[in-house]
Each structure stands twice: as C-alpha cells, then as structure tokens.
C-alpha cells in the first residue's frame, strides 16, 4: 500500500467508475494524485464491483456501459470492447489502463471505517490491506462507494417469505 499524506485537500471514497471519474476531474484542475487528493478503494483490484459479476455477462449484453471521461485519450471505449470475453476482466483491464494513464494512485484494499467532525475538518478512519488502523484529515469528501456493496432493498409484502 502506498503513503498516504497526512491532510489532502481531498478524500474520494470507491475507486470504481464514480470514483476514477471524480479523480480524472480532480487532476484536471491540477490536484495531484496521492497528494493533494487520495482515493480509498476497499477491493483488492481495478473494477469496482464489475469484479463481482458473474463469468457469463458480456460488455454490451446487458446494459450499456459508458466511458469514462478521457478515457479516449487512452484508444480504448466498451463501444469496440472485445465481446468474448467476461465483462468482469474488460472493465478491470480498462480501468487499470485508465488509472496508469493518468496516474491515480488509488489506495487498495483500503476500507473507510467512519468520517467525523474534527473542526473545520474531516477525520477519515480506515483500514489498509493488514488490518492497521490510520487516520487522515481532509476538507473534502466525495462519497463514490456506488450500490453494489450494500444495495438499498425496499420492503414490500410477502419479503420476509419471498425464497427467490
């Protein structure tokens, strides 16, 4: 795991396509990344939670899925991704390319256990990929933790014995 600075301007939490779009963005107004912003990403790889979908889905046979912002400056889109192969290991592939490219220097595995109030600033506590504990201030939190981690499931009649 790389060094983290003490107090970044800024703190992005999930390193998934919410969270390397915040980071392009970030860059691009000439914040450095690892320095004047970090991003927290609790899987162990690139993907986001496409690492968690099944084998058998494909880029393009579900739903669409965009590019990221300056993504075209790398050659690659999911328009002309290779449909044979899991769109898990196309969108990890891409993302990787993508966070090399513009050097983001995400934080994984790193799981953000609380943020509070510390004065004018945001204590972040986290986990690094041994378990030890470390604590960052910053000014700015962007929270791109995404759903898939813990979606929201509305209650309706007949869930609690619903078997699928």
């Known amino acids: 795991m790389s060094v983290t600075?003490?107090?970044?301007?800024?703190?992005?939490?999930?390193?998934?396509?919410a969270g390397l779009s915040v980071s392009f963005y970030l860059k691009r107004l000439g914040?450095?990344?690892?320095?004047?912003?970090?991003?927290?990403?609790?899987?162990?790889?690139?993907?986001?939670?496409?690492?968690?979908r099944w084998e058998a889905l494909r880029v393009g046979s579900a739903h669409r899925i965009n590019d990221l912002p300056g993504m075209d400056a790398l050659g690659i889109s999911f328009e002309n991704a290779d449909r044979t192969l899991p769109a898990k290991d196309v969108v990890a592939d891409f993302y990787r390319q993508y966070?090399?490219?513009y050097e983001l220097r995400i934080v994984r595995p790193a799981n953000v256990r609380s943020v509070s109030n510390r004065g004018l600033d945001l204590a972040v506590e986290y986990t690094d990929g041994q378990g030890?504990?470390?604590?960052?201030l910053t000014d700015v939190?962007?929270?791109?933790?995404g759903t898939w981690g813990s979606p929201f499931i509305?209650?309706?009649?007949?869930l609690d014995s619903f078997a699928g």
């Open 31 to 52: 914040l450095e990344p690892g320095t004047d912003f970090v991003v927290f990403d609790r899987g162990p790889g690139t993907g986001g939670a496409w690492q968690l």
């Open 141 to 145: 939190l962007v929270n791109a933790t």
């Open 154 to 158: 509305p209650w309706y009649p007949g």
């Open 99 to 101: 966070e090399d490219y």
């Open 132 to 136: 030890a504990r470390h604590e960052l």
């Open 5 to 17: 600075p003490s107090h970044p301007s800024v703190v992005v939490i999930g390193g998934g396509q």
